[in-house]
Every structure is written in C-alpha cells, then in structure tokens.
C-alpha cells in the first residue's frame, strides 16, 4: 500500500525538532515543533494546514517567525496547537512585529491558535491580519480523548506529558486505507483519476453500496464520465484495509505517569518519532533535563509495539557518536531502527 503520510524530519537527529508530514493527493501537510524549519523550501512551507507544537522551549518554536513570513499573502488559513499559554506565546509572537502596512496584502492570513489546558480544554482564539492581528478568544470547548483535529480521512490525538513544563506529544492515525487494484479497474472499463479520491472519501463517510460515481472511463471505453455503482467498485478493486498511524513524542522526563501516557498515545504506531536525547550512561544529566534516555525510547517502543522507531534530538556532546545513540535504542526496542 502506498502510505498517505510522508513524513520528514526537517533537520538531522542532531538539529532542532520538526517534522514534516506531507499529505498525498491532498496538497497539503502537518507540521509536528517548529524548530530551525531554514531546510523546508516555502513551496512545502507553503502546503502546512496545521501545526502542532509540543511545547515552547526554543529549539522547538523558533520557526515560527519563518513560517508566519512564508505564509503572510497566502489565502489558506493557518491552524496551530500546542500546549497551556500556547495562545499567549503566539499573540506575543505577532505583537512583536509592525503590522502597519498588512491590509496592503491581497489576502487575509488567518491563523487560529489552539492550547491545552491542564485540566483538559481546548481553549482556542484567532488572530487576521486583517485586524492586524488582534486576538480574537473564542468560547473553550472540553477535549474528547485527546482528539485535536478530526477530518474524515485522518485524526490527530495527543497526551499531556511532564518536562517540567507542560508538553504535548502526538499521534496522527489514518481513518482506513483504501487500496486501489488498477488491473480490476481497467476490467470495469475505467481508469485512476481524481475521482478516486471523492470515491475514498465516500467510503470513510460510510456511504451506501448503491451511491453512484461517475468514474473515469477508460479510452478503450470511450473515455468522457462512466457511472458506477460504489458497492460495484468496493466489490471488485478496492481493498481496505487499516490506516496507518505516526506518533511523535520528545522532551519528556521518565516516570511513570509519562511512559504510561505515551504508550497509550503510541500503542501499534507504524512509526515512531521519540527522543533519544541522552545515552543511558548519562541518565542522571536525562532526568535532570526531563528527558528521555535512547534506551528509556526504546524500551517505551517496545512496550507500546510499534513497527519502526526513528530516533531525534540527539544532544550536541554526542556529535560522532550517533551509532551508539542508535545502537542503545535498538537493543531495548528489538526492532527495525530507521
Ligand atoms: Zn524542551
Ligand atoms: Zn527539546
């Protein structure tokens, strides 16, 4: 199966966090911490709907100031996430620039900002460039199980996690993939195109067997709009099967309550962000910090199941010494490494 998220991390394991999750067939893509995001051309800045941040020490929301640049003139609105007075950051953020000329741009950019709460709301407000980006509060709504952004093809969860500040990690799962066999198109006497993607839709939206689609017939067919019955279509040349799943988890201190929340989160992920920011033989300097050991990653990997873990955040003393980063977090995890 071809996955719908392709995910990049923006920098080296040793470089700021931020994670690029670019969205196929949908022109578009999520961004998990703005750090230092100078590697990410605007041609893909440009496509990011939504962000979210895990929390607001430097190396994870210093790239904000470049994205708002990038995005300043374009008509797609800006969403963002992230974890108790995450809005108050954000509206700072803006305040610090001159807004005087702004309405000459020949679009409105509008970016609504959501946070967090401790005790488990979404508090959320937006900001125009129109008003110069005053801040507008908008009325808080309690989180359901951690669901953040809910569309028909995917979801984003996240869980609250202690690093001495409160940080958010995060988990993107895929509704159902629908695999498509050209070949038993081909034999309905239609080809791929752009109307398979409202067919998927249709089927995430749970509709009938006797929905028509107008398909693209093939040439052989006559070309020119075919109409199909979608139940004739799931029948012979789709194939669903379950979606994939992408968590993102770093800077977080181990204890309990935290390997608990985060194997929850993670539990059967496809792939696995997680810090390896320290060797285990540094583990003292790990919990001092509120962060995570390669071999605490890995063993949380392995506790939650997950296919692949590819460790991040590796600390700058371990510059040359990546292979044993990796190799610590390999030996707890038992598993594939990217
Ligand atoms: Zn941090
Ligand atoms: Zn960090």
Redesign the pocket.
Known sequence: MRPIFQPRLVNGPFG??ALFVDILFERRALLFDL?DLAALPPRKLLRTSHVFV??T?M??FVGFDRLLRVCLGRERPLTLFGPDRFIDQVEHKLAAFTWNLVENYAVDLSITAHEVTLDGWLRCATFNSRDRFARRDIAAAPLEDGRLLVEPSFEVRCTLLDHKTPCLAFAVQEAMHVNVWRNRLAELGVEPGPWLRDVKRAILAGAADDTPVVAQASASAGSGGRTVALGVLREHALQLVPGQKIAYV??AAHHANNVRAIVDLVAQADLLFI?C?FLEADSADAARKC?LTARQAGAIARAAAVSVLVPF?FSPRYAGREVELRAEAQAAFGGTVA
């Open positions: 700021d966090p750090g895990s929390h020490h190396d994870h770093t800077d810090e920011t962060h955040h």
